[in-house]
T-cell receptor
Framework: KQEVTQIPAALSVPEGENLVLNCSFT??????LQWFRQDPGKGLTSLLL?????REQTSGRLNASLDKSSGRSTLYIAASQPGDSATYLC???????????FGTGTSLTVIP | DGGITQSPKYLFRKEGQNVTLSCEQN?????MYWYRQDPGQGLRLIYY???????QKGDIAEGYSVSREKKESFPLTVTSAQKNPTAFYLC????????????FGPGTRLTVL
């Protein structure tokens, strides 16, 4: 069964710093990988979607990479802002069964 | 505006009661999903449906039931058989084309009194 891991579980950085969040998965038979943001008590907001054939995707200050063969993805946030404080989750869409599997998330705090 | 709505936002249940959580989408998505989120844990799949009148169990389906009578709607019933139902419930939808992303509703927080 697919296992998705996110490290670290929590991260605190000063405003303006660049940072990297990590996501690893055990089964490389995926269609795509999606990064989400979740604010406390809210639903998930989609940030970036990377297809299995792609290496990276960019949206504004966010850049996500995918190395399917090694089972890893990173989310790079440039010039962090206090408004970036949230929990970030990654999810893979599995080829077998067409289900999504989620990591437990990284809680990010950006200190003004 | 296109999106996914869930109601109610907060729900309180007495032990032994069944409750139904609503999920509606106007994105014309074929597939709909129900997840449960507990503190410190990732999202766990309860049920999903890829077409009207058909649905499949996820990893934690015991104590839950669903129906998919309309493309836009996928209600979840939490039955009295679910021993620990207090959690945050999230509904999601997507196109069945596997290149497409998943979108989420705002969630329903269920508390058992």
């Amino acid at each position: 069964k697919q296992e998705v891991t996110q490290i670290p579980a929590a991260l605190s950085v000063p405003e303006g710093e660049n940072l990297v969040l990590n996501c690893s998965f055990t089964d490389s038979a995926i269609y795509n990988l999606q990064w989400f943001r979740q604010d406390p008590g809210k639903g998930l907001t989609s940030l970036l979607l990377i297809q299995s054939s792609q290496r990276e995707q960019t949206s504004g200050r966010l850049n996500a990479s995918l190395d399917k063969s090694s089972g890893r993805s990173t989310l790079y946030i440039a010039a962090s802002q206090p408004g970036d404080s949230a929990t970030y989750l990654c999810a893979v869409r599995q080829r077998t069964g067409n289900q999504f599997y989620f990591g437990t998330g990284t809680s990010l705090t950006v200190i003004p | 505006d296109g999106g996914i709505t869930q109601s109610p936002k907060y729900l309180f249940r007495k032990e032994g009661q069944n409750v139904t959580l609503s999920c509606e989408q106007n994105l014309n998505h074929d597939a709909m999903y129900w997840y449960r989120q507990d503190p410190g844990q990732g999202l766990r799949l309860i049920y999903y449906s890829q077409i009207v009148n058909d649905f499949q169990k996820g990893d934690i389906a015991e104590g839950y039931s669903v129906s998919r009578e309309k493309k836009e709607s996928f209600p979840l019933t939490v039955t009295s058989a679910q021993k620990n139902p207090t959690a945050f419930y999230l509904c999601a939808s997507s196109f069945t084309n596997r290149d497409n992303e998943q979108f989420f509703g705002p969630g329903t927080r269920l508390t058992v009194l």
